[in-house]
Structures are given as C-alpha cells and as structure tokens.
C-alpha cells in the first residue's frame, strides 16, 4: 500500500511541476493543518496535527478539479488506569471538486480513500471544504480553510474539524 501511495504521489507532483510550465491553470498548496476529534471519535483521540499538498486544476471559469494527500495524526486518550489509545495516523487521498462562489470564497467537496496506521486499514473518506483564498502576487495566494474530514468503514465513523492554512503557487 505504501508502495502505491509513494508512486500516486511522485506522478501527481512530477506531472504538476511540467503543467505548472505549460498551463497557468494549475496551481499547487501546501500547508499545516490541526484538526478536532468530533463524536464518538472524540473519545479515544483528541486534537490532529499535519500537514497537506494539493494540486488544482482549473477546468472553467469558477469551477477546478482537486487532488489532495498529506499526513494527519491525531493524539490518543487516556482511558484510565494507566491506559492509553494509540496516536491515529492518517494518509487521506481525496479528489474533489472547488467552485468559487464570489470573489475569494469557495466550496470544495472531495471524496476518497483514508489509510489508517496500526493495521486500522483503509476507510472511505469524504470532506466538505468552505475556504478563502487571499491573492498575493503573481498568481500565488494564501488558502485559508474549514473542514471536516469523515471516514468511514464497517459501519464505524471517524470525523474531525480542522483548520487549514496553506500557500498556493
């Protein structure tokens, strides 16, 4: 699985650095991200910490298609007694859809896969995304993010609310 992950991610940045030279269009963002553990999740973890990569391509107008990867882990609880749950570990690979609504605003909808560490295997993963991108020069900006992450498997779900802050160029 690691495997396929590392071969995804090299082709996805080796094929957006050559259309970064030949199309405008395409842009790339990478930034920090914290994330609050909510519902049942919340009580075996707390607060996420990571970092994520995403590459957008403009196909008209207000409306881009994404593809997004990063690292998030969020920190285990305590359960008493001298036990406490594992750090969760997720590699989200996720495909979405951003229409920008007015100005800088947007909403990004993404949908697809989350790897968990510790054998917790491969889940559904689905995000609502509501952001703004502040422009800076020469087509570079900063994306200012809210989020939630859901994953899902054997009727378990996993969500958290997170923040976003990233550099697009």
């Known amino acids: 699985m690691k495997k396929i992950f590392a071969v995804i991610a090299i082709t996805a940045i080796c094929s957006a650095a050559h259309a970064q030279n030949d199309d405008k269009k395409f842009h790339f963002s990478v930034g920090p991200e914290v994330g609050f553990a909510t519902a049942d999740f919340s009580n075996t973890h707390s607060v996420g910490i990571g970092a994520t990569i995403q590459a957008e391509n403009n196909i008209g107008g207000t409306t881009s298609i994404t593809l997004t990867t990063g690292y998030m882990s969020y ?49 559904f993963a689905y995000s609502p995304v509501v952001g703004y991108e502040f422009n800076a020069n020469s087509g570079k900006a900063i994306d200012a993010s809210l989020k939630y992450d859901g994953y899902s498997k054997n009727n378990a779900n996993l969500g958290s609310v997170g923040i976003r802050l990233a550099y697009k160029f």
């Open 75 to 123: 920190a285990g609880k305590s359960a008493g007694a001298g036990i406490k749950y594992k750090a969760a570990g997720i590699i989200p690979l996720k495909a979405g859809i951003k229409y920008f609504l007015s100005g800088g605003f947007y909403g990004l909808a993404q949908l697809g896969a989350g790897f968990f560490n510790n054998n917790g295997g491969t889940a």
